[in-house]
């Protein structure tokens, strides 16, 4: 019987993740004897066997926060996907500005899809001054787009993203989206050994990251390689209602977190992301077509 290093549960099934909190169980340990003393976790043997206290990176953004105890765990790889509209770059966005405005923490935007005119055009409605954050040296920008064509590097992706990175001392990094790799390196094999590169790249820079991707179809039952390497996945959606657009967010895995399972709605509104946390999806679907319902007869 092996048990998960992070959270402690008992694999039972030999699985290589665990059932709880999504660890890799690439290197387990067996169930050992433990005993608490002195604030330090003791083996049989007596040798310490402390824990580091998991830190966290809060992304600032009202109720995500709530769902996955405060923050994400800090120096992890999340992948967010969703849909067109669904407010991925958005979120890849506010996670960096909030960092810098709330946090005091710098910041790396690796934009795969949109130069970064567009991309000050949509911050600029959102309210952000980017170009501020940029120009005093808080959030680095680097472009790697369409325009690129076949000049288009993994190895030059990569060098970039530690060079800005060391250089800002940078401790969030955001890419946006991933869907432009996939396109690059079509081969399976090859693209494999891409996303393992950049994975692994961004887990050594030490900061805390977001990548986005388009979400698989909702009957499609294979899983993607980056959701596996990904150390936390959160899925946005988007659904018409009536005449209402809304959309919803789940917390898919978060490891060494305890999550909220309860998809949850979001809103997106002219100072970014906000997740209803107070109540779940359909209670909220409910809320805002009886509110139109209101609405028309008040109109009568």
Known sequence: M?????????NVERSPYCFSCGTALSTPTRIEARV????????DGGQSADIPE?????????????????GFPQGRVILVSGGPGTGKTTMALQFLVNGC??????????????PLKKILQETYRLGWDLKGLIDKGKIGFLEFHSSYG??????????????????????????DPLTFISIHFPDIVTRRGVMMNLFDTLSATG????VTNEMRGEHETVILLEE???????????????RGQVRAID???????????????????????QVISDSDLFTYAARLFAKQLTGEKASR
């Open 36 to 43: 608490q003393e002195g604030g330090r976790t003791l083996l």
């Open 228 to 242: 596996y390497l990904a150390d936390g996945v959160l899925r946005l959606r988007s659904s018409q209602v009536d």
């Open 150 to 175: 076949s000049r288009f590097s993994v190895e030059e992706l990569t060098t970039k993203i530690k060079d800005t990175a060391e250089r800002l001392h940078a401790r969030r990094i955001s890419i």
């Open 251 to 273: 917390v898919e895995k978060m490891r060494g977190t305890a999550i909220d399972d309860q998809t949850r709605a979001y809103v997106i509104e002219n100072d970014g992301i």
């Open 2 to 10: 092996l048990q998960c290093e992070v959270c402690g549960k008992e």
């Open 101 to 114: 405005l709330k946090f005091g923490e710098n910041g790396v935007f690796v934009s795969l899809d949109e």
């Open 54 to 70: 998991l830190t966290r990176s809060a992304t600032g953004i009202d109720g995500l926060d709530a769902m996955i105890g405060g």
């Open 207 to 210: 900061a805390t990251c977001i």
